[in-house]
């Protein structure tokens, strides 16, 4: 697996992918909000600067949209979720950023757990999420130093 930006060529892939990973995560979305989060994401995602974790045959697997240091989001294939893709594009965020942060919703108990493994740690909370629905955000930043050589194994 490697890392590359994307170009306007992966847009479709991208979208496939958030669609996914979105249905195998965020089963608290009502049905209306999903729709309308789907809507909001496929007009910008598939033109957004993405780091893109690609297989050996430069499909794209997770994708990650970073922005001044902050992860905006990232996003694996349902199909590779456990397969290390999360943990790369997060260990690359952080060469970039070593203070990364992060927004995860509290009510997705896999991510929360992923971010803590990986060594986030919360620093706030919010009530809504940044559209103004009523899905509670954990605020995180890159605490403890990530043994990147663990990374890779």
Known sequence: MRIRMSTLADGARVLDIWRNAVDATHDFLSAQDRTEIEREVAAFLPSAPLFLAVDDEDRAVGFMLLHEGHMEALFV???????GVGRALVVHALQLHPG?????NEQNDQAVGFYR???FERVGRSVLDGQGRPYPLIHLRAG???DTDASAR
């Open 77 to 83: 294939d349902a199909d590779c979720r456990g397969a």
């Open 144 to 146: 403890r130093s990530l």
């Open 100 to 104: 990364l942060s992060v927004d995860v």
């Open 117 to 119: 493994r990986m060594g």
